[in-house]
Structure formats: structure tokens, C-alpha cells
């Protein structure tokens, strides 16, 4: 299950936006049928991005498929289209997703090489992978 993504210097999208799939509190009362209950918090099912055109709501979901993209064949890695404003600075991407414990993997790309920092929390202790790829 998603729990939330993050990404920042990404085509139009340059400070970092974070689609969280955290419920609300008040939701909890509201609309109980569309929450997937955990300890302790409650997760969205159904999640909406809305806004004007050109605000980012397609950036934000190539970013998504990007990172897809890179997490599945990390060795052939693709340089992600930056913001124009920040084109000398790494596009930086993250992820906290729930699968038979809880992950965090943030990825980092450069230029010339990508670094991906995957976290996993099982049986009561964060264990980490560092990994980290070189375009030839």
C-alpha cells in the first residue's frame, strides 16, 4: 500500500510536492468505507489531484511512472527532465509504501550516477540498502 510520494526538480515541478495518502482525523468520521485501517493510522483508498492547468498534476504522475521505470531496471538508468530553473541540481524522488513491513526508498539522481537508499522496518528494526548506479 502507498503511503506517500515526494518528488522535486522534476519537469514542472521544482520545490518538492508530496502526494500523501495519510487520512485526515475528521475523515475518519465522515467516510469510514474508504479508509484502510493500520495500527495506529488510517490510509486513503481513493485519492484525488486536482488543481489549474499547467499546475503540475501530469508532472506529478510522470514522476510516479518514472520512478517506477528506475526502481524496476535501476541499471539503465535515464536522466529525469528537470526544471529548467534547476538544472546543476539532482531530481530527488521518494517513496513510503507498506508491503509485509514498511519501506522507504529515496532516490537521488545526478548527472552521471543515481543513489537509491532503501529503508525496511521489519520485526522491530529499520534495516538499510544503499545502491548506487553509474551511467557508462
Known sequence: MLVSFSVSNFK?????VELNMVAA?????????TLIKGEG???NSLSVIYGPNGSGKSSILEAFRYFESIFNSFDQ?????????ALDDPTRMGVKFIENGNYD????????EAECII????????EM?????RRS
Not at 540498502?129 to 548506479?133: A, D, E, G, T
Open 129 to 133: 540498502v544503499k545502491i548506487i548506479s
Open 105 to 112: 526508498v529515496s532516490l537521488t539522481i545526478f548527472d552521471d
Open 25 to 33: 482525523d475528521e475523515v475518519d468520521q465522515s467516510f469510514p468505507s
Open 12 to 16: 514542472s515541478i521544482l520545490d518538492t
Open 119 to 126: 529503508s525496511k522496518y521489519i520485526n522491530s528494526r529499520w
Open 77 to 85: 538508468l535515464k536522466r529525469p527532465p528537470k526544471n529548467k530553473l
Open 41 to 43: 493510522f488510517s490510509l
